[in-house]
């Protein structure tokens, strides 16, 4: 069988490998299968299944139109993920809630990709747009722990609600014995794996975690998954007293420098193996 990851054509001449996907690849290519990059829409590669992989919090539309060249491509309907978006928890500057809030981007991954992957123009544009930022003290995010924690949200500066480029949303985190866990779902076709990292830090990640740990994903995930058309990606939530907090969408999952974690890699295989079994679903749907 034939795999197509479809990419950004800035990524031709980057390493890949800080992709998840090109090591779920692997597995796929031990058994036979061949996965082949495709960057751009300029030409059109045959495959017998492609996944649109373009690093951008907004797709452009020549690519989701280029995904349907396809027979069978996952996530070509997934447009959009900004968290103005996706997210449940948004506040705005008159709210009445007293709880901690948190400050984010509105972009995935803190708007690097946008930095990456835009045009000149666009990139030359949030470049000094960020340096004029900081030249007037005002909050820029460039990474997520950048990310800015109030106990109250009387306490963020005013500018940030008038900011495309930022968010503002309750601060609703899972504590157990003074850690913070953030559980991650990394999908494929038919496997959902979930994952929980666990940290003293209250914004959570792989880099600042004690451990990662096998959990159960829950049904709502599952759920929500479908509603929002996700084939592929990663769900990171917390379970915040009873209640499934969904905190980022991503559908361009990275390695996060995990190779060869046995967890991490048991799960490569089941979405590699996820990957296997959606396929021959789908064509026994369209047969």
């Known amino acids: 069988m034939r795999?197509?990851?479809?990419?950004?054509?800035?990524?031709?001449?980057?390493?890949?490998?800080?992709y998840d996907i090109m090591h779920v690849a692997k597995y796929w290519e031990a058994l036979g299968h061949k996965t082949i990059p495709v960057f751009g829409t300029d030409t059109f590669v045959p495959a017998d299944i492609a996944i649109v992989h373009v690093d951008l919090s907004v797709v452009p539309q020549r690519f989701l139109d280029f995904a349907d060249h396809?027979?069978?491509?996952?996530?070509?309907?997934?447009?959009d993920i900004r968290?103005?978006?996706?997210?449940?928890?948004?506040?705005?500057?008159?709210?009445?809630?007293?709880?901690?809030?948190?400050?984010?981007?509105n972009c995935n991954s803190a708007g690097v990709p946008e930095r990456l992957n835009g045009t000149w123009?666009?990139?030359?544009?949030?470049?000094?747009?960020?340096?004029?930022?900081?030249?007037?003290?005002?909050?820029?995010?460039?990474?997520?722990?950048?990310?800015?924690?109030?106990?109250?949200?009387?306490?963020?500066?005013?500018?940030?609600?008038?900011?495309?480029?930022?968010?503002?949303?309750?601060?609703?985190?899972?504590?157990?014995?003074?850690?913070?866990?953030?559980?991650?779902?990394?999908?494929?076709g038919n496997a959902t794996p979930c994952q929980m990292?666990?940290?003293?830090?209250?914004?959570?990640?792989?880099?600042?975690?004690?451990?990662?740990?096998?959990?159960?994903?829950?049904?709502?995930?599952?759920?929500?998954r479908k509603q929002l058309g996700f084939d592929y990606g990663k769900f990171d939530y917390v379970i915040h007293e009873g209640e499934v907090v969904l905190l980022d969408a991503n559908k361009t999952t990275g390695s996060g420098d995990l190779s060869g974690n046995p967890l991490i890699e048991r799960y490569r295989?089941?979405?590699?193996?996820?990957?296997?079994?959606?396929?021959?679903?789908?064509?026994?749907?369209?047969a």
Not at 70 to 79: E, P, Q, V
Not at 204 to 220: K, Q, Y
């Open 3 to 18: 795999i197509a990851i479809l990419f950004h054509e800035k990524d031709r001449h980057r390493d890949l490998q800080r």
């Open 70 to 79: 396809y027979r069978i491509c996952l996530n070509k309907n997934i447009a």
């Open 83 to 105: 968290k103005s978006t996706i997210s449940k928890q948004l506040l705005q500057e008159n709210d009445s809630y007293h709880g901690e809030v948190i400050v984010k981007s």
């Open 121 to 188: 123009w666009s990139r030359a544009g949030l470049h000094i747009e960020q340096l004029s930022r900081k030249f007037r003290q005002q909050i820029v995010i460039s990474e997520q722990r950048d990310y800015l924690i109030f106990s109250h949200l009387s306490l963020v500066p005013r500018e940030v609600f008038s900011r495309p480029d930022l968010i503002v949303e309750k601060f609703l985190p899972e504590r157990d014995r003074g850690l913070y866990h953030v559980r991650c779902c990394v999908f494929l």
């Open 197 to 224: 990292m666990i940290s003293p830090k209250p914004i959570v990640s792989v880099g600042n975690s004690l451990s990662l740990v096998e959990c159960e994903t829950h049904p709502e995930i599952l759920q929500l």
């Open 269 to 286: 295989k089941m979405r590699a193996e996820g990957l296997l079994a959606y396929y021959k679903q789908a064509l026994a749907e369209k």
